[in-house]
């Protein structure tokens, strides 16, 4: 194990999460943003995003398993290879075929390889780096992923909203491609683990051995990852669905601006993951797990000025401007949330059960997304003209979750 945290290998993945992510960000971007000018419609929108989620539950315990038993290296290599086919094969057939089943099985594809992909990369930060660099490697995997969130919906933005869609999924795809070359070069330690029958035999032994962690060993992990799930599905998910929706038909703007202000709202939510990231990185000694509960009161909390603006004031730029402080300033403390315990997780979890152990955690954490997301689209189409009072019955539940949340976080540190 490397003692110092830049060594060849990290850099490495470091430089590989840049050009993938941010091929990831901008057709996240722009294939949610086609459907919904095309059809208008935020309970269309909704429930494709919902259905994009599916896969991503579904595979996370499956790319715990595989990063355990297999080289993570050879995973991430696979998995954008397949990702930049998976682009080209959508511009090929955009227009042959029902366009909204193609979107909606596209995203699946493209969000089951991003749950199977992401515990691979956690799992490879102990067997790269110290204990002592965790808090550091989490900060850096995270400003990463940050920025190549802001300049993915950035310029996307600005290519879609000039020439279109297939620009955009070409400099994606190429993103990808660019990607999986490097991370050829990659070498991360692996030991073989030995199997004790077949195939499902031994995941199904694998999961429930990292269920059996959670719940006998750790089991105020299980009562923190049930808090996520009601905060994914109360405020992250309203924030998927209200960003878009709102900027781009809610508030009146002109479409070609509107995409690009939509851009630019993406933009500012990774750039409060970004300065997220930076905070937990040089305030990691001062960061302490007990008291992360109040990192997620101050996420609830920053709903309610979105639904007070939406509710009183009538200028679009005004509202816009609110919903785009508000995004980065909940990025912010989330992402310092987010930190600080995958690298509690990752400091406290055997190296042999680390993949499998943040493949769960993800898996259960992200069920609640694709309901909050067909819920929140629904619920949009139904009160549209009054969005402000769904904002605000997402601020009031959210905060009642986090508040009682704060009680779990501080038994971080006596259990």
Known sequence: MNQKLFSKDFTLVVIGQIISLFGN??????????LLNLTGSSALYGTVTACAFIPAILLSPVGGIVADRVNKRNIMVILD??????ILAFSLLMNEVNLILLLTVTLMLLYGIAGAYQPSVQASIPA?????????????INIISSFASLAGPVLGGILYSAYGLKPVLRVCAACFIL??????????????QASDGGVLKTAGADFAESIRFIRKEKPVIGKAVLVICGINLFLAAMIVVAVPYLVTEALNLEASQANRLYGFAEGALAAGGLAGGIGAGVFANKLTIHKSGNLVIACAVCVFPIGVSLALVSSA???????????????????????????FIQAETPQNLIGKVIAVILTVSMCAQPLGNAFYGVLFEICKGCEYAVVLFSGVVSLM????AGNIFKRFSSE
């Open 25 to 34: 960000a901008a057709v996240r971007f722009a294939l949610p943003l086609y």
């Open 81 to 86: 290879f397949f990702t930049a086919a998976v």
């Open 128 to 140: 790269l780096t110290s204990q002592d660099n965790f808090m550091a490697a989490n900060s850096i």
């Open 179 to 192: 990607s999986a070359v490097m991370e050829i070069f990659i070498q991360i330690p692996f030991q073989k």
């Open 317 to 343: 730029m005004i509202n816009y401007t609110v919903i785009t402080v508000c995004c980065f300033a909940i990025m912010v403390c989330s992402t310092l949330f987010t930190v600080q315990m995958m690298s």
């Open 401 to 404: 979750i986090a508040i009682g």
